[in-house]
C-alpha cells in the first residue's frame, strides 16, 4: 500500500503496539540541554536506573548560556548551578556533550544537523518545542516534556499515539527577499496556532523544493506554532548533499547503504494524508508578526487588522488584549513603526545562510541611531564560518552588536533580553507577551527585514531599501 | 505519581484563548533542578504588580479562588513551549484539572504525566461552564475520571474523551516509564534488527 513519509518512518520504530494503548516508539536521536533535562536525570537516579543508550545521546548548552563575547557571565547562580548539574549528569552517565566554551557548542537544533547527528529517516526528540526543525531532513523529530526526557533516557522509547498527517503544499516561486521564514509565518496565519494540533505536517510542493536545507530548517522548525509537533519535508539529493561529510554522518559503504535507504522515505504516489493546505508561493510576502502569537502575522506592508473585523466574541477580544500590550493600533500597516532592538538569531534563523542575507541587506550601511542590533550566531561552528567569510566586520562596521552562539533573545533567560515596552523586530519564533523580556513586543520577522528595519530603525519592507 | 478519580471544587476562570506556556511559566523561572516551588510563579507576569504584590484583579489572586482545583481556560490552552514546568507550577499552585475547548499536544501530554487532568469539553459546555461561575464563584464542578463525567453546577453532566491508557494510568497512579521498561525483551530484539538501533 502507498505510505507517507511519516508512515515509513513511524511504521519502522514501532517497538510494540498492543490495541488501545499508545505505540512504544524507538528514538534513534535524544538530544538535550540544560534545561529541560535535570529533574530527569534525577528521577534516573531516584530509580537506580541508567541512561540505556548514551551513544545515542547529544547534549549542549543554549538555552541560559551568555553570550557577551569576552566575560562569558553566566547571568546568575540559579543558571551555573544548572549548567554545571549538566556537566556532572553528563560525566556520570557517559554522555558526549558541547559544554560552554566547546568548540561545537551551540543550539541544539543548529548543532544536530551541522555536526551530522541529524539523518533521515530517523527519530529525533528533545526537550524542546523546536525539536520540529530536524524534520527538513525527512526524519520524525518532535518536543517533549521532561518525564518523556526520562522515559527516554532509560529505554530509549516512547509512549505515542499516531498522530493524523496533514499535507502543506506549497507551489511556485518565491520573489526576491521573501524567504522560508516568510512561507512559515504564511502557513501558521493561515491554519492558525492550533490549526496543526494533533497533525505531523509534510511540507510539499516545487517552492519547498527549490528551497536549500537550511531554509527548509527554517520552515520545519516553526511547525510547532501551528499548534503540530513535527514538520516533515522528504529528503532529496540537497539533503544527502548537507549530510555528506560531517562529523558524524556515515561514511563508506555504510554512506551509500544509508543514502539508499534514505532515497525509499519519501512518500509514495497515491499515498495519501488526512488533510491538505495549500498556499502559493508568487503570493507570499515579507511577513511580519503584530500581536502576541505567531498566528498573527500580515504581509508587511498589508493594514493591521481592526477592531471591527472581528464579531464580538473571544477572538475579537484576544485580538484587542494583544493590541493593548503591543501599544499598536489596528487599521494600518506596521511600516515606519517605531523599533528599538532588532534580533537576529536564533534555532530559527541563526544559521550561516541567515547571516549572510542580513549581512548582505546591512553591508555598506549603518543601523539606525537609537537602535541595538544583536547578531547571534546558531552555533560556534556558524561563528567560525561567519568570521571567515568577514560577515563578522559588515555587522559590527554597521554597527551591530556580534555575539557568542547561543539562544539568546529568543528566550530571555540568559541575560540577553528587551526592557519593558521596547520594540524588537526578531527573527526567532514566538511573539508571546514577555518572551524576550518582560513587558517586550516582538515583531517575527525573517532575517532581511529585520536587518532593512534595524538600518531604519523602522519596521521596513526590505524591498524598499534603496540599493547600496 | 498521585492518583486521580473524582475532584469535586470551585474553578478559577481566565477565559483568555491560546495562553501558552510562557505566560504559565516565564522563562527565567526554568533555570531550576528540581520540580518543587513553582506554583509561586504561576501566571507570574499577569499575576503580580511590579513592587511584587498582587494584582487585585487577575483571577488567581480573587479571594473567591482561593483553594480552587480546576481551571477554566479559553482554547488551545497550553500552546508554546514543551516545558514541564508548565504542569508542575499548575499542580504546585493546586491545580488538578483544566477545562477547556483544546489543548496544545505537548502540554496536554506533560499534564498526564503529573496527576493533571486536562478535560476537553464543547463550546457550549464552556460557555455554561463561565456563566454558572460568573453567577456562583464558589459553585461546584465535579470532574469524574472514571465515568469520564463532568457534572456542571447545575447538576447537568456532560462526557469528556480521555485516551483510555491514560486513564488507566492516572486511576491507578501508574507510571509510564515501568510500563515501557515492562518491554525491555522487546526493545533488546528491535535494537537488534534496526538500522539506526545498532
Known amino acids: 500500500m502507498a505510505k507517507t513519509l511519516f508512515e515509513k518512518i513511524w511504521n519502522e520504530h514501532v517497538v510494540v503496539e498492543e490495541p488501545g494503548r499508545p505505540a512504544v516508539l524507538y528514538v534513534d536521536l535524544h538530544l538535550i540541554h540544560e534545561v529541560t533535562s535535570p529533574q530527569a536525570f534525577s528521577g534516573l537516579r531516584a530509580r537506580g536506573l541508567k541512561v540505556r543508550r548514551a551513544d545515542k545521546t547529544v547534549a549542549t548548552m543554549d538555552h541560559s548560556t551568555p553570550t557577551l563575547p569576552k566575560a562569558l557571565q553566566v547571568i546568575d547562580d540559579q543558571a551555573r548551578a544548572q549548567l554545571s548539574q549538566l556537566e556532572k549528569n553528563c560525566a556520570e552517565f557517559g554522555i558526549r556533550l558541547f559544554a560552554l566554551g566547546n568548540e561545537k557548542n551551540g543550539i541544539v537544533h543548529v548543532v544536530g544537523p551541522e555536526r551530522g547527528f541529524t539523518q533521515p529517516g530517523m527519530t529525533i526528540v528533545c526537550g524542546d518545542s523546536h525539536t520540529s526543525t530536524h524534520g527538513a531532513f525527512g526524519s520524525l523529530a518532535f518536543g517533549i516534556g521532561t518525564s518523556e526526557v526520562e522515559h527516554v533516557l532509560a ?66 522548525n516553526m511547525s510547532i506554532e501551528a499548534g503540530a ?29 544509508a543514502v539508499e535507504r534514505w532515497k525509499k522515505l519519501p512518500t509514495d504516489a497515491g499515498a495519501s494524508y488526512d488533510t491538505l ?101 546558531g552555533s560556534q561552528e556558524v561563528k567560525r564560518q561567519a568570521e571567515a567569510e568577514g560577515l563578522d566586520r559588515i555587522f559590527t562596521d554597521a554597527g551591530a552588536e556580534w555575539r557568542e552562539a547561543g539562544c539568546s533573545m529568543c528566550i530571555a533567560m540568559n541575560g540577553d533580553q528587551l526592557s519593558p515596552g521596547q520594540y524588537a523586530v526578531s527573527t526567532s519564533n514566538r511573539n508571546f507577551e514577555g518572551r524576550q523580556g518582560k513587558g517586550g513586543r516582538t515583531f517575527l520577522a525573517s532575517p532581511a527585514t529585520a536587518a532593512a528595519s534595524a538600518v531604519t530603525g523602522k519596521v521596513t519592507d526590505v524591498r524598499t531599501l534603496a540599493a547600496v | 505519581m498521585a492518583s486521580f478519580t473524582k475532584i469535586t471544587s470551585h474553578a478559577v476562570v481566565i477565559p483568555s484563548e491560546n495562553i501558552d506556556t510562557d505566560q504559565i511559566i516565564p522563562a527565567r523561572f526554568l533555570k531550576v533542578i528540581d520540580k518543587d516551588g513553582l506554583g509561586k510563579s504561576l501566571f507570574c507576569d499577569w499575576r503580580y504588580n511590579a513592587d511584587g504584590t ?79 461561575q460568573k453567577a456562583d464563584p464558589k459553585a461546584q464542578i465535579t470532574v469524574d475520571l472514571t465515568n469520564k463525567l463532568l457534572t456542571l453546577p447545575d447538576g447537568s453532566t456532560s ?23 515492562g518491554f525491555d525483551d522487546k526493545i533488546k530484539v528491535y535494537e537488534g534488527s534496526h538500522t539506526y538501533a545498532n
Open chain 1, 155 to 220: 529505554s530509549q522509547c516512547l509512549l505515542q499515539s499516531k498522530p493524523k498527517t496533514m499535507e502543506v503544499r506549497i507551489d511556485g516561486t518565491l520573489s526576491p527577499l521573501v524567504t522560508a521564514k516568510d512561507i512559515i509565518l504564511a502557513v501558521i496565519a493561515k491554519i492558525g496556532t492550533g490549526g496543526g494540533t494533533g497533525y505531523v505536517l509534510e511540507y510539499t510542493g516545487s517552492a519547498i523544493r527549490a528551497l536549500d536545507m537550511e531554509a527548509r530548517m527554517t520552515v520545519c
Open chain 1, 229 to 257: 509537533r513535527a514538520g516533515l519535508i522528504a529528503p532529496d539529493e540537497k539533503t544527502f548533499e548537507y549530510v555528506k561529510g560531517r562529523e558524524f554522518a556515515p561514511s563508506g559503504a555504510a554512506w551509500d547503504a
Open chain 1, 277 to 377: 493546505v495549500t498556499l502559493d508561493a508568487n503570493k507570499i510576502e515579507p511577513m511580519i508578526t503584530y500581536g502576541t502569537h505567531p498566528g498573527m502575522a500580515v504581509p508587511v506592508t498589508q493594514a493591521l487588522p481592526a477592531a471591527a473585523d472581528f464579531s464580538a466574541g473571544s477572538e475579537r477580544q484576544a485580538f484587542e488584549k494583544a493590541m493593548i500590550y503591543m501599544g499598536l493600533e489596528g487599521g494600518r500597516s506596521l511600516v515606519g513603526q517605531k523599533v528599538d532592538v532588532v534580533f537576529v538569531g536564533s534555532c530559527t534563523n541563526g544559521r550561516i545562510s541567515d547571516l549572510r542575507l542580513a549581512a548582505s541587506v546591512l553591508k555598506g550601511r549603518h543601523v539606525a541611531a537609537g537602535v541595538r542590533a544583536l547578531i547571534v550566531p
Open chain 2, 54 to 132: 498582587d494584582k487585585a484583579d487577575f483571577p488567581l489572586n480573587f479571594p473567591a479562588s482561593q483553594g480552587a482545583q480546576i481551571l477554566l481556560a479559553g482554547d488551545n490552552f497550553g500552546c508554546g513551549s514543551s516545558r514541564e514546568h508548565a504542569p508542575w507550577a499548575l499542580v504546585g499552585w493546586g491545580l488538578r484539572v483544566v477545562i477547556s475547548t483544546s489543548f496544545a499536544d505537548i502540554f496536554k501530554g506533560n499534564s498526564l504525566k503529573n496527576g493533571l487532568l486536562p478535560v476537553v469539553v464543547s463550546q457550549d459546555v464552556y460557555q455554561k461552564l463561565l456563566a454558572a
Open chain 2, 159 to 181: 462526557n469528556f474523551p480521555v485516551d483510555a491508557f491514560a486513564q488507566h494510568c492516572l486511576l491507578n497512579g501508574i507510571d509510564q516509564l515501568g510500563y515501557i521498561l
